[in-house]
Structure formats: C-alpha cells, structure tokens
C-alpha cells in the first residue's frame, strides 16, 4: 500500500505561484508515474500534469502549459507542482496520484491506483 500526503495548497491572489508537493510513503516502487488532478467545486475531476520516474517524461493539461510544472525528487520520494501566474480558474481541490505502471497516456485517473487526500487551491480575482 502506498499513502500520498499533499501540502502547500493555500490562498493566493491571481497572478502569484505556489508549489504543492505530494509525499510517498509505505510500500514503494520503482517505474511508477506520480500526477496531479483537480476538482473544482461543480465540476468533474480533471488531469493537470503527470511524471514519469524513469527518464522523467512528463505530461501536462493544455490548460496549465506553460504556467505549471512538474518535478520529482526519487530519492524522498515526492513530485512537486510549481504553479506560476495563477489564474481564479485554477481554484480546486487538488489530488495527487500514484501508479505502479501506466503504458499509455497519463490524463486518465482511472489508471491511478493511489491518491491523496487533497490539497484546497484558492485563487482570488
């Protein structure tokens, strides 16, 4: 079993950044993907960005190109979300995700096998 603990979600006013990490704990493994999804209040879960550990590929939503990036550390065991230039549609709950293998696109959550509880993102206009 693996448990994901998130922190560093917040208010912040548009335009500002935050960085979110998401912790691995218990039973580890190699080869896996780590991602970032978010719900906002109404709204259907959605994929914001994904890494893969082995060769560090990531994946990104459209929506958040350019403005959010994704990075892990192996050896602690934790993917970081830097988030720049904020914009009050990026409020939600974000989610961070763990899966042992995914072979194909990395945007789908039904391929995660772990998440976190979430972390409350608030971007004031």
């Known amino acids: 079993q693996v448990q994901l603990v998130e922190s560093g979600g917040g208010l912040v006013q548009a335009g500002g950044s935050l960085r979110l990490s998401c912790a691995a704990s218990g039973r580890t493994f190699g080869g896996n993907v780590m991602g970032w999804f978010r719900q906002a209040p109404g709204k259907e879960r959605e994929f914001v960005a994904a890494?893969?550990?082995?060769?560090?590929?990531?994946d990104y939503a459209d929506s958040v190109k350019g403005r959010f990036t994704i990075s892990g550390d192996n050896a602690k065991n934790t993917v970081y979300l830097q988030m720049n230039k904020l914009k009050p549609e990026d409020t939600a709950i974000y989610y961070c995700a763990a899966a042992p293998v995914i072979w194909g696109p990395l945007d789908r959550d039904r391929d995660y096998d772990y998440w976190g509880q979430g972390t409350q993102v608030t971007v004031s206009s």
């Open positions: 890494i893969r550990w082995r060769g560090g590929s990531t």
